[in-house]
């Protein structure tokens, strides 16, 4: 009889269905096998004009069409395909009916561009338009299903009812920390025992032309356009900004006990999770590192290991200046030495920086590295940053022996939030 | 469509206080000024400035008292202001601002909106592509130029606790939850079950809204849910929500937490459940409410109700019918998500606020509450409530 409880007595959390969209591909299958080969995802913008853009290239999943496109419906329909593989995987419940809540990270949702223009249209105005005439045209019926389509819980309604997740469902945003703050949530309701089972799903299908502009106005995107593939150059010397692209992940989190119970394949344990708030900047981590440390020694001491039990760190890796420096800062003080030696990669050298979805489409692919026992690369990797000396698997995958992987997610506002990944509960 | 969180009353463990609580409104700002205007039957409705919209306009606050930082107050937008300084004001109520030890493990969930948009700049990108101007780059080149770089940061909704902890220090966690009222319900329910359970041992957990901002009563019009011409108590109303404004936070603890630091409490939080009717049938709702009342244990004779009903049809009838059932215990429609802390508000004064209300739904209460149930039914989505209790 298997212990079903971890070494501070809580129900262990396992991972019992897992499903992943990036710019690869759809699939945990198709993302793989490209991540391992160091493909990109990145191409150049088609979606929208570019013109006068200093960044013309992003992760678009454009094989999923919307049409008219509308982030917030991309955004769904990613979260759809994700769910559908995970609970498929899972084998949990029956078709509409999960048997647990649901915690989704999703982009903020507004009113976006395409609506807007279509109601000046309805002002029946050519000129002098304003608020008040697009409040007065608002109001006219015909516009009814932009109040359901933009409300800030509208994928989640949308998820709760077509998956039948139990409860009230929780969207969420903690940045680009999102998709590992959905997993915590998850975790922390299956170890108090309120369910058997969490649904934890982070999508975002931000690319459009004005979340672009607001992030090139913060000098956060490289604009290393050409080729687009060679964009994203995390822990480089040459690295410019961020990518920004799309994605979701979606993960069925279960006690060992239910997973066991019902017969489930477990894929990987949920071993720990940690979370620090940085109170020094809206955009900047603090120089002394000491949020990322604390957040990574929280991870580690709710999963009640040392460093020298992790043998691979999925960094966050934006390839931003200050992200990639601050990382090594934060982990190096809390690694030491083996700072040096541990394998610490980025997925976003290949699918760029999926944002809200960013934290659980992470936490999918190092699961895959447990499973696959196969470290994805950091591709781009062609001039090392002296300052940060990781060996961050340069350019292609290594076979490896896995038993613990850390995932970390950092983002604007000061969130942090690292995840533990094992394959056997520790 | 259970609630999962009262499922297992067993795993209810230890016992979670309020003992700091934030307010600033459309009736003011503190608790005294608060506690004033209900007992005065004060409304602060503006009918004019978004005419035909009615809206509850934001009292003025001195920015400085909360965010000394003019650097800071330009970082935000009005409602990441307002609900910096609620956050302010609860952390004072509570005696724990600038504790930086109680701060850092302070675990904060903030119910937010955002999105504020620049309306000029909207505007001038929607005439020049109604006139034709459309070159491709139109877009581009207009949000290019003429958006403020920083304006991003006043919109994205985890901002709000960004700024919480910048200014006040709070960096235990930091979580935001979106989802219009459901939201803030779940924002508490989840602080409160860390905290019984173990997870927590303090948190502040709060939201704020700015209700003079037009693309947000555009969106609710789309809808047909702003009340208009003029206001009218929840109860009287056919349809129709007036935007409320304001910041609410509440500083929640275990009891062996507070007591360790001689904090005294407001009220007990000893429930809170949440639950997501379809809708699809009249009475769905209803039947939500009638399994969250299940939920939250014996509730006595000296009990009231506090709920936000918006007087959005057809939920607002479908909540009526809920409190027909209960027709023994005083309601207050506080017109407001705020109903926590008007809850622990009252239970630390002594008596509920008094009836504002010509239709009968509210009734005199002429003893002290011992507990009050929070109601809430969100105008599209959600159903939440909560027990707040005397200790």
Not at chain 1, 8 to 21: D, E, K, Q, Y
Not at chain 1, 258 to 269: F, Q, Y
Not at chain 2, 67 to 73: T, V
Not at chain 2, 345 to 361: C, E, H, Y
Request: charged share 20%.
């Amino acid at each position: 009889m298997t212990a079903t409880r971890d070494k501070f007595g809580r129900p262990i959390v396992v991972v019992t269905g897992m499903g992943v969209v990036t710019s690869l591909g759809a699939g945990k299958t198709d993302n793989w096998t490209k991540l391992t080969a160091g493909e990109s995802g990145i191409r150049t913008i088609t979606r929208f004009p570019t013109d006068g853009l200093k960044t013309t290239m992003a992760g678009t999943i454009d094989f999923i069409p919307v049409e008219p496109f509308s982030s917030t419906v991309l955004s769904e329909r990613l979260a759809d395909v994700a769910v559908e593989e995970a609970v498929a995987q899972s084998g949990i419940g029956s078709k509409g009916d999960f048997p647990g809540p649901l915690f989704l990270a999703v982009a903020p949702i507004e009113l976006e561009w395409e609506p807007r223009n279509e109601l000046a249209r309805a002002t029946g105005l050519t000129s002098g338009i304003d608020y008040d005439a697009l409040l007065k045209a608002s109001g006219s019926g015909h516009f009814t299903g932009l109040h359901r389509r933009f409300l800030f819980g509208s994928v989640a309604d949308h998820l709760t009812e077509t998956f039948g997740t139990k409860g009230s469902p929780i969207s969420l945003s903690t940045a680009c920390a999102s998709g590992a703050t959905a997993i915590q949530l998850g975790v922390e309701a299956i170890r108090r025992g309120e369910t058997d089972a969490a649904l934890c799903v982070a999508t975002d299908g931000s690319v459009n032309a004005e979340a672009l502009i607001r992030f090139s106005l913060l000098s956060a995107l490289s604009t290393n356009n050409d080729p687009p593939q060679a964009a994203v150059r995390p822990f480089s010397k040459n690295r410019d900004g961020f990518v920004m692209a799309e994605g979701a992940g979606a993960l069925v989190l279960e006690s060992l006990e239910s997973a066991t119970a019902r017969g489930a394949k477990v894929l990987g344990v949920v071993a720990g999770c940690g979370e620090l708030a940085d109170s020094f900047h809206r955009t900047r981590s603090s120089p002394d590192g000491k949020p990322i440390i604390g957040c990574v020694k929280n991870a580690l001491s709710d999963a009640g290991m040392s460093t020298d039990q992790i043998d691979y760190i999925n960094a966050h890796g934006t390839g931003t200046p200050e992200n990639d420096k601050m990382e090594y800062t934060g982990i190096s003080s809390v690694f030491g030495e083996r700072a040096q030696q541990i394998p610490v990669s980025s997925n976003k050298s290949m699918v760029g920086h999926t944002l809200s979805a960013a934290g659980a489409v992470e936490a999918v692919f190092s699961l895959l590295t447990l499973e696959h026992q196969r470290i994805p690369p950091t591709i781009n990797y062609d001039v090392p940053d002296p300052a940060i000396p990781f060996d961050v698997v340069p350019n292609k995958a290594r076979d490896a022996r896995v038993a613990a992987v850390m995932s970390n997610s950092f983002g604007f506002g000061g969130q942090n939030a690292s995840l533990i990944l094992t394959r056997e509960p520790v | 469509m259970a609630d999962t969180s009262a499922e297992h009353p067993s795993s209810i463990g230890r016992e979670a206080w309020i003992t700091g609580i934030g307010l600033a409104t459309s009736l003011g700002e503190g608790l005294d000024s608060h506690w004033d205007a209900l007992n005065s039957k004060t409304v602060n409705v503006d009918e004019t400035t978004f005419a035909p919209h009615v809206v509850h306009p934001m009292t003025k606050l001195t920015f400085d008292a909360q965010i000394p930082k003019k650097g800071d107050q330009r970082q935000m937008e009005a409602w990441q202001r307002i609900g910096t300084y609620a956050a302010g004001l609860a952390l004072d109520s509570a005696g724990i601002k600038g504790n930086s030890d109680i701060l850092s493990r302070t675990d904060m969930i903030v119910a937010a909106g955002g999105g504020e948009r620049d309306l000029a700049v909207d505007s001038a990108v929607i005439n020049a592509s109604i006139q034709g101007n459309a070159a491709p780059a139109l877009l581009n080149e207009r949000l290019m130029n003429d958006l403020r770089p920083t304006l991003f940061l006043a919109q994205l909704s985890n901002l709000l606790a960004g700024n919480v902890s910048i200014v006040h220090g709070v960096t235990g966690s930091s979580r935001t939850f979106m989802g219009e009222e459901a939201a803030g319900v779940d924002a508490a329910r989840i602080a409160l079950a860390r905290i019984a359970a173990g997870q927590s041992d303090i948190a502040l957990v709060g939201a704020a809204q700015n209700s003079e901002r037009k693309e947000m009563l555009m969106l609710y019009e789309f809808g047909n849910f702003n009340l208009k011409n003029k206001f009218a108590p929840v109860w009287e109303r056919d349809n129709g929500f007036a935007l409320g404004a304001g910041g609410v936070f509440l500083v929640i603890e275990s009891k062996e937490h507070a007591q360790a630091r001689g904090a005294k409490p407001y009220a007990k939080l000893s429930r809170v459940v949440a639950d997501h009717a379809r809708r699809k049938a009249a009475g769905d709702v209803t039947t939500s409410l009638d399994g969250l009342w299940s939920k939250l244990g014996p509730v006595g004779p000296n009990a009231a109700i506090i709920t936000g009903t918006t007087g959005a049809a057809p939920v607002t009838g479908e909540e009526r019918a809920f409190i027909e059932k209960h027709r023994d215990l005083p309601v207050r429609a506080s017109g407001t998500p705020f109903g926590l802390a008007l809850a622990a508000l009252s239970i630390s004064r002594g008596a509920l606020f008094p009836p504002n209300d010509k239709t009968g739904v509210e009734i005199e209460m002429a003893k002290p509450p011992s507990q009050i149930v929070v109601v809430g039914a969100g105008h599209w989505r959600g159903e939440g409530m909560a027990l707040v209790e005397a200790v």
